[in-house]
């Protein structure tokens, strides 16, 4: 029985890491101040560092979501195409997706849980209203910023959090959004072994400096793994 009992909550702990970790990079990389500002730059300084796999820019924050008089506050991820198909399929699967495949996510086009679909009456083609937190001023006050997007693919990713209460868009849109330019917010390195990262994260620090805070996904998960 007890072995039983510790094969169980094992393969639990496993699960629920692994699947927290197919969406999230093993260590962040965030400005000490802002947004990351040409991000390439530091890209090419530290993906010459043994143990990383790859790096992907993302922009993080947050939105009202609104269709036909519903509205839902939201969690927006902005990444590029390949990162993000990657995450989800490493971390779930595609419930439903555009039939053309080259714009199932790009321009205008955002991914959304399948939780958030269910509740929201939203599929594939659906349009839908985004509000940032941040407006532009106007001689009235300030003004709300909004933007149209359509519902490109419904993911399941076995997590209610991001099922319910992220929308995934393509990086250069979510700059537009948040008015960032050709910043962005963090950099996700991936490594093979999310279980050993002490020299990898140690090297990082040591090439960035002061320029960068580095983080893993211990320190954002604290509580969490430490429960586990």
């Known amino acids: ?60 924050g947050q939105a009202l979501l609104t269709n036909n008089g519903t509205a839902s506050g939201v969690v927006v991820r902005g990444l590029r195409a390949e990162d993000f198909e990657s995450k989800v399929r490493k971390a779930g699967s595609f419930v439903e997706m555009s039939e053309n495949r080259d714009m199932f996510f790009t321009q205008d086009r955002v991914a959304i849980g399948k939780v958030m679909a269910e509740r929201m009456g939203l599929s594939v083609g659906s349009r839908l209203v985004l509000i940032a937190p941040q407006g532009r001023a106007s001689p009235f006050g300030t003004i709300p910023r909004s933007r149209s997007f359509t519902v490109g693919s419904v993911f399941d990713v076995g997590m209610y959090e991001y099922n319910s209460s992220f929308v995934f868009m393509p990086l250069e849109a979510a700059q537009l959004f948040y008015q960032m330019g050709q910043n962005v917010g963090a950099l996700e390195v991936m490594t093979p072994d999310p279980a050993k990262l002490g020299t990898i994260e140690t090297m990082i620090a040591r090439e960035l400096g002061d320029e960068a805070i580095v983080a893993d996904w211990q320190d954002s998960n604290a509580s969490f793994y430490n429960a586990l």
């Open 1 to 60: 029985t007890l072995i039983i009992v510790m094969s169980v909550m094992n393969g639990f702990r496993a699960e629920l890491i692994g699947r927290i970790l197919g969406l999230n990079g093993h260590i962040s990389i965030y400005a000490p101040r802002g947004s990351i500002v040409d991000y390439p730059s530091i890209i090419s300084r530290i993906e010459g560092i043994s143990g990383i796999v790859s790096i992907a820019p993302t922009i993080e």
